[in-house]
């Protein structure tokens, strides 16, 4: 049976959990990732408490991490999505995040609207991929790709 949490209390916990495992483990995102089946993206944001995973993901990730059938359970549950508390973003690369959303988000809503008209981009028929790539002038640069289906506005 599917379940739905409406208090996120137990989730953060177990993400807390789950990031202690992972660190005493030595573990990367991407094996945690590997385990379960899925997306390094997709297991991350579960682990941290931002989606459900299939039983069998949760398992895996769980066995991976050491973590009791409770953690199995609570893995698969739906939850209260959102990870950052009201207010201004207080750590640095979660606020880049804010701050490019802050100059960047009425140019990216112009642009939507105009190549599809009235509707959103889904951050639930989504996927996200992080990679790390050279700068030409030197250094690094990290290439994000936000990839969403689009969801027309309907009239009724």
């Keep these: 049976m599917v379940h739905a949490q409406f208090d996120n209390t137990a989730r953060q916990q177990l993400a807390t959990a789950a990031v202690e495992a992972?660190?005493?483990r030595d573990l990367s995102w991407q094996q945690i990732a590997d385990a379960a089946g899925l997306s390094v993206a997709f297991v991350t944001a579960a682990v941290?408490?931002?989606?459900a995973?299939?039983?069998?993901?949760a398992r895996a990730v769980a066995e991976l991490l050491g973590l009791d059938d409770d953690a199995v359970m609570l893995l698969q549950t739906i939850p209260t999505r959102g990870s950052i508390p009201g207010g201004i973003p207080t750590d640095p690369t979660?606020?880049?995040?804010y701050e490019m959303l802050?100059?960047?988000g009425t140019t990216l809503k112009a642009l939507v609207h105009e190549q599809f008209g009235d509707g959103i981009i889904s951050a639930i028929n989504?996927?996200?991929d992080v990679k790390k790539v050279a700068d030409p002038e030197g250094g690094e640069r990290a290439v994000i790709t936000l990839d969403?289906?689009?969801l027309p506005t309907k009239p009724f």
């Design 102 to 104: 802050q100059v960047y």
């Design 53 to 57: 995973l299939p039983e069998e993901s």
């Design 94 to 97: 979660i606020y880049r995040f």
């Design 22 to 24: 992972k660190i005493r």
């Design 126 to 128: 989504f996927r996200l």
């Design 148 to 150: 969403g289906k689009y």
């Design 48 to 51: 941290l408490g931002q989606h």
